[in-house]
């Protein structure tokens, strides 16, 4: 769905960089990591495009992991790989860099707090893995800057994680931030659509007002939050902390929002304060890891259990709103906008009220006024799940308005289209020359 739709179906395509991977150049490592596997596949085996998804899908959920199972390998103690599989599994639902950019922010943790390791290993981590990280995402930076200051503040009282950790923070801050402004400069997306897109989201990770705004919008992310900082609370030995019935009660609350509020949506602002969530569980557990190891089993658990609600829910809506594309679907493209015998749901913008705490009861009727208004949230992408889940014979497209997000420019698409075979990818491509490309 919606950026993911976009990516995955550029591999699909043939010529991904040009079409579309290459515009986020300054994202290159997560880009190809998540997405790069896919079109290997695809160019070895040259699968249809049902297949091709679902071998794409497999691909990319085996990317964190594999993260986990490299987390594993390394750490001092299992602190590293418990908090990175939590976070992963509320990431994972939208493509988010930060599903790679976690992983190797907390293999570089773990190699900095483990006292097995020189300073010499410390140092070449934070180069190897700072270089690499600085093609993956911004957040990483802040995620560093937080670490550094809430450990550095719990230090004062004897209460903070190794100190050599601080230090390493702080210089992977820097490193990071020049890295970033660096490849901010050179490497600027030439597609105004992407560019305009970037540049209205670039304060989202560091606007407070805002990131408490999706916390309310979608009240199950502050439960997750909470359960993953909490045993956290009780090793760093501070004043305020979670007993068990208080994160019971939290959990409850958090289930009630993972089936009756989850969407889309949740997950992709879920990016916005996941980073910061890891890193302040991370700091506090490093302040007595022994003790977080025993206190954090039942949270997590409950973490888990939030996540497994959420994701039957997001499953079923996903189900429903296939069926809708479905039963829309017949051979060739079609303007969904323009259909008067089968008229297609308004869209709507972030969900407010009733489709927050019970979004069964949110509409007349459930798929119609809520499930495809939700997912069907950015235009665009509804054209590349229907061409893949015909297998090829139908595109159901949205037009796209005047300063509506573009994926494609045409100049690729074009040259593509001159060497692509098949009857499938020649009329999908054609489609993007005529609707979906920026000239």
């Not at 043939?14 to 596997?37: H, I, K």
């Not at 949110?362 to 509804?382: K, Q």
Request: hydrophobic fraction near 55%; charge should be positive; charged fraction near 15%.
């Amino acid at each position: 769905m919606n950026d993911g739709g976009v990516q995955l179906s550029a591999g699909w395509l043939g010529n991904a960089w040009d079409l579309y991977l290459g515009q986020l150049a300054a994202r290159t490592v997560s880009m190809l990591v998540t997405f790069g596997p896919a079109w290997a596949a695809r160019e070895a085996l040259d699968l249809g495009p049902a297949s091709y998804a679902t071998v794409a899908h497999l691909l990319y959920f085996l990317v964190p992991l594999f993260l986990w199972a490299t987390i594993r390998a390394i750490e001092p103690h299992r602190t590293f790989s418990r908090l990175y599989l939590a976070t992963a599994l509320v990431l994972v639902y939208f493509p988010t860099e930060l599903i790679l950019g976690a992983g190797l922010w907390l293999m570089w943790v773990a190699v900095a707090a483990d006292p097995a390791r020189s300073m010499r290993q410390l140092i070449l981590s934070t180069l190897l893995l700072g270089l690499i990280m600085i093609l993956v995402h911004a957040a990483l930076a802040l995620m560093s800057l937080a670490y550094a200051a809430v450990g550095g503040a719990l230090s004062l009282f004897g209460r903070g994680p190794p100190r050599r950790t601080l230090g390493a923070a702080v210089a992977m801050s820097l490193l990071l931030l020049v890295g970033y402004a660096a490849t901010s400069a050179m490497l600027s997306p030439t597609n105004p659509t992407i560019l305009h897109a970037l540049t209205t989201n670039r304060y989202d990770y560091v606007d407070p007002i805002w990131m408490l705004v999706t916390m309310a919008l979608f009240p199950v992310l502050p439960a997750l939050w909470l359960l993953l900082v909490s045993p956290g609370l009780t090793a760093a030995r501070l004043r305020w902390r979670l007993s068990p019935g208080a994160e019971m009660v939290v959990a409850v609350l958090g289930i009630w929002f993972a089936a009756n509020g989850v969407s889309l949506l949740t997950w992709l602002f879920a990016r916005h304060t996941g980073g910061y969530a890891l890193a302040l569980a991370l700091v506090l557990a490093l302040a007595a890891p022994g003790e977080w190891l025993a206190r954090a089993r039942r949270p997590l658990m409950l973490f888990a259990t939030i996540m497994t609600v959420a994701a039957f829910s997001y499953a079923i809506d996903l189900t429903l709103f296939g069926r809708f594309v479905e039963q829309r679907s017949s051979n060739g493209v079609i303007d969904v906008d323009a259909s008067t015998s089968q008229p297609w749901p308004p869209r709507q913008n972030v969900t407010f009220g009733t489709r927050i705490y019970f979004k069964w009861a949110a509409g007349d009727d459930y798929v119609r006024d809520v499930v495809v208004p939700d997912y069907d949230w950015y235009l665009v992408t509804l054209a590349f799940r229907s061409f893949f889940s015909s297998d090829g014979r139908t595109v159901l497209f949205h037009r796209i308005p005047p300063k509506g997000w573009v994926p494609f420019e045409c100049g690729p698409v074009e040259q593509t289209l001159k060497s692509a075979g098949g009857e499938a990818r020649l009329m999908f491509l054609r489609f993007l020359d005529e609707h979906y490309c920026v000239r």
